[in-house]
């Protein structure tokens, strides 16, 4: 008689297991993905608060320099209390020339003239200006220009909005 010996070693693996390791590879991939996707989202959120920030430093440092600096308001051709805001200021140049500049918003970029001509936008294409206003505060002995700013950006579905004040006293009225 013989005896058959029966070889229990095995080749492959069972439906149980390729079922078993697929979702463990699936669920490890989900884990994956959620985290580049969450990376992704805090990256576009983090280049908002950038772009937000550089462009709220130039047109406020910008702002404050030449408000400081100004002989006078242009009441005629500013408007104040409303947005968007217009403000034209009287300032004397490097040589001492008189020089008129001109704040303005046009498709949600600010844009300065001085003397008449366009010198362009002070805001990025990355960021738009969502509010701009001017309030003219004249205290009998001192003149100020507050100015209320409000910025937008967006990268993708991401998108942010800040706001930001600040109160200028003009040259020669303290």
């Known amino acids: 008689m013989f005896l058959r010996r029966h070889n229990s070693s095995r080749k492959g693996v069972s439906l149980i297991e390729a079922v078993l390791y697929v979702s463990m590879f699936a669920a490890l991939l989900l884990i994956a993905m959620t985290s580049l996707f969450s990376t992704i989202k805090a990256f576009s959120a983090l280049r908002i608060s950038r772009d937000i920030n550089d462009a709220s430093v130039t047109v406020m440092e910008r702002l ?3 408000l400081k600096a100004t002989a006078a308001i242009d009441l005629s051709q500013s408007t104040f209390g409303a947005n968007p805001g217009r403000l034209t200021i009287v300032t004397v140049n490097a040589s001492g020339t008189t020089m008129t500049v001109e704040y303005f918003v046009t498709a949600k970029a600010l844009h300065i ?4 001509a366009d010198k362009g936008s002070l805001t990025s294409a990355n960021t738009k200006i969502e509010g701009l206003v001017f309030y003219y505060i004249n205290t009998g002995s001192t003149v100020s220009i507050k100015t ?4 937008t950006a967006s990268r993708g579905p991401v998108s942010g909005t800040e706001h930001f004040y600040n109160t200028s006293l003009l040259r020669g009225s303290y």
């Open 113 to 116: 003239k001085e003397n008449g």
């Open 64 to 66: 404050t320099r030449d």
């Open 148 to 151: 209320e700013l409000h910025l």
